[in-house]
């Protein structure tokens, strides 16, 4: 079986797209994935499953069209690739709630920070599927958009960190 870490965009965020992770779990679980576990309300899941990331991604997001009546963007990340991601963060030094990874679809375009706007003090490097992000004076203060990154979702490294952790546990359950 393989490890997977979903992450769905814009779950519990601002009092959008209300999911309880007690449902959440239910819903993976109904969906035939193994070992079902959530971590905070904002749509983390790490599963097992004999399916490929395609799979397991098209299963959630057709359950949760149903369920939220509207489409709902789901990033599946292997246990590998999400060490990787973890690994290759550009700004080690940054404390882990102020360095951000974008999770997208697909790698990003060259140019895809070109077409940022509204920057002030952030930093951006680009990232295998992902585009990482420094908030030095915080994320919430920030005017920062990036429309490379616009149907993709975001975690902090201590996120990132703590499903990594999470992954590692569902690998050792072999």
Known sequence: ??????LLR????GG???LPMAE???MCTALGFA????????????????????????????????????PVGVAVRTAEQMRAVLARNPFPDAPGNRAMVLF?????????????????DEQMVLGAQEIYVHYPSGMGTSRLR???AEHGTARNMNTVAKLVTMLD??????
Not at 38 to 53: F, H, P, Q, W
Not at 104 to 120: I, K, V
Not at 169 to 174: E, K, N, V
């Open 104 to 120: 997208l679809d697909a790698p990003p375009p060259a140019d895809a920070l070109e077409g940022a706007r509204n920057a002030a």
């Open 35 to 70: 070992d079902v576990r959530t971590y905070i309300a904002s749509g983390n899941v790490v599963l097992r499953s004999e399916d490929a990331a395609d799979a397991v991604r098209t299963a959630v997001e057709t359950r949760l069209e149903e369920f939220a009546g509207r």
């Open 16 to 18: 959008t797209g209300k």
């Open 169 to 174: 546990d569902l690998d050792d359950l072999d």
């Open 146 to 148: 990036i429309p490379a």
């Open 10 to 13: 814009a779950v519990n965020v």
């Open 24 to 26: 959440l779990r239910e």
């Open 1 to 6: 079986m393989t490890s997977y870490a979903v």
